[in-house]
């Protein structure tokens, strides 16, 4: 398995190219997002304790989205 193989995703609606294999702890890390947010890929919400585990595939569209308060 070739670690350069690179692959499309959609980040908030935008084609992007990231490596093959990330993980969504990874694509954070390597996106540099931080503060409050939630990971959603292909309209279901990631949990941020699955974050280690969901790795990212080709195809996926991924939208970072901050959470909204209100009452």
């Known amino acids: 398995m070739t670690s ?4 499309q995703v959609q980040l908030n609606g935008e084609p992007l190219d990231i490596n093959h294999e990330q993980t969504v702890s990874e694509f954070v890390a390597k996106q540099g997002f931080s503060g409050r947010f939630v990971i959603v890929i292909n ?7 699955r974050w280690q ?16 308060s209100g009452g």
């Open 53 to 68: 585990d969901v790795v990212i595939q080709a195809g996926d569209r991924i939208d970072i989205v901050s959470p909204i």
């Open 4 to 7: 350069n193989l690179m692959l």
């Open 43 to 49: 309209d279901e919400m990631v949990a941020k304790s």
